[in-house]
């Protein structure tokens, strides 16, 4: 007489296949494409559209700037930076190159001209600010010659805690992490569990250098990280560090001729911090360690960070930084309920619930004040809308997604 299968092993069998299945379906919906990261600056020919910055608060001398690529890094504060961007392209009537079906240009396959929603040869746009994995000579053909490349970087090891936890129901490789701290135990050991091969291994190691259309698999002392650092300097006017979101701003403020009202923002797509583990300095330096080539690349950016803080004025930044804080406070009692992010089941509104990973990540969002002024209720909201719905509002039909939440939320839950 056979042995009999463990019901919850054949049910966790049967789940595990189902969420590669689904995996498989979304993560490899676009064709297969080549990388390249060889320099190459053609433009299109669009007129850049002017618009006037008429604060008669700040001693204006500049023209804003309106062509702009954000490069959209995981897990680096980059949902509130793309909220930003979206609601200035808003408001000035500027044109995006928007994703189609999914809430980024097929992910991780690398960009291509053809992932933008309703393109043709020769169209021009002013912003591109979703996740994709770089792809230089694709993007400048979206944009005139003036456009600014941007993107922002963070701690590797804060980055890496951050994806572990956000990413692990997507990453079948960390299913079999033994214990409780499967953190600590991967980077204890991580020969022992990580596969290069494995489905999405990306999010595992050095997932910054990913992004940016690199090699993550490269040991730090490789010449070709030396080499991809280089690329990225020459490419991107300005690189942010999230670990000091609020300068970032103020950097990006000026070198586009922005004001200070284009850079209120929420925190969006915060986890919870009962979800967020405690990194020992050791457990730091293991995360740097194993994500090398991103901890080099992280303090390159760093170092030219602070460089160009100084030049601007550490008096002047803090200056800057407190207004920011003040506009914020402002604007967080104006349009928040109760004053701060909840979970998503406290949200009471649907449209405003944050999209949710699998696993115990939860994501916090906010319930709008019912008592909002009317000349501050369309920012409020703008501010505080969810990625997801926002791409949804600005027309794009995001079938694939909401095909693999539907699964994740009726069938995985």
């Known amino acids: 007489m056979g042995k009999k299968t463990n019901p919850r092993l054949k049910h966790k069998l049967i789940m595990g296949t189902l ?9 490899f919906s676009a064709q297969t494409n080549h990388d390249t990261n060889s320099a190459s600056f ?7 559209p002017q618009i006037s910055n008429n604060s008669s608060a700040e001693n204006v001398t500049c023209k804003p700037k309106v062509n702009l690529m954000f490069m959209k890094t995981h897990k680096t504060g980059s949902s509130t930076m793309l909220n930003i961007l979206l609601r200035f392209g808003e408001k000035n009537q500027l044109k995006f190159a928007l994703p189609n079906s999914r809430n980024d240009f097929f992910y991780p396959s690398t960009f291509f001209r053809s992932q933008v929603k309703n393109y043709r040869p020769g169209l021009c746009y002013n912003i591109v600010c979703n996740h994709m994995r770089f792809n230089a000579p694709e993007v400048e053909k979206l ?10 970087l963070r701690d590797p090891a ?27 135990e991967f980077l204890t050991n991580p020969s022992r569990y990580f596969n290069p091969e494995g489905i999405n291994s990306f ?8 992004d940016l259309g690199f090699e993550n698999n490269l040991e730090v002392d490789d010449p070709r990280v030396h080499e991809s650092i280089e690329y990225v300097a020459k490419r991107f006017q300005l690189v942010l560090i999230s670990d000091h979101f609020e300068e970032s701003l103020i950097l990006l403020k000026d070198a586009l001729c922005w004001q200070m009202d284009d850079m209120l923002f929420f925190k969006l797509n915060a986890r919870r911090a009962v979800s967020v583990s405690a990194m020992s300095p050791d457990l730091k330096g293991k995360a740097r360690e194993w994500n090398g080539a991103d901890w080099k690349l992280y303090q390159h950016f760093n170092a030219t960070f602070w460089a160009r803080v100084e030049a601007y004025g550490r008096r002047r930044m803090e200056e800057d930084v407190r207004e920011l804080h003040r506009r914020n406070a402002e604007m967080e009692a104006i349009c928040i309920d109760g004053r701060g992010a909840v979970v998503a089941e406290d949200i009471t509104d ?4 944050p999209w949710q990973p699998l696993g115990d990540a939860a994501i916090l969002g906010y319930n709008l004040r019912a008592d909002i002024p009317q000349q501050f209720s369309d ?14 509002d600005l027309g794009v039909d ?12 009726n069938v995985l839950s």
Not at 159 to 183: A, C, D, M
């Open 143 to 152: 944009f005139p010659g003036d456009a600014a490349f941007f993107t922002i």
């Open 379 to 392: 920012l409020c909201r703008k501010m505080l809308t969810p990625e997801i719905q926002y791409l949804t």
């Open 158 to 184: 804060e980055l890496f805690e951050s994806s572990f936890h956000y990413y692990k129901g997507y990453v079948p490789q960390t299913w079999r992490i033994p214990g409780k701290n499967k953190l600590s």
């Open 398 to 409: 995001l079938w694939l997604t909401r095909l693999w939440g539907w699964f994740k939320d």
């Open 42 to 48: 053609a433009s299109c020919p669009q007129v850049t």
């Open 350 to 353: 649907v449209h405003m619930k």
């Open 203 to 210: 999010y595992l190691r050095n997932l910054q250098i990913f």
């Open 19 to 27: 969420v590669i299945c689904m995996m498989g379906i979304y993560c």
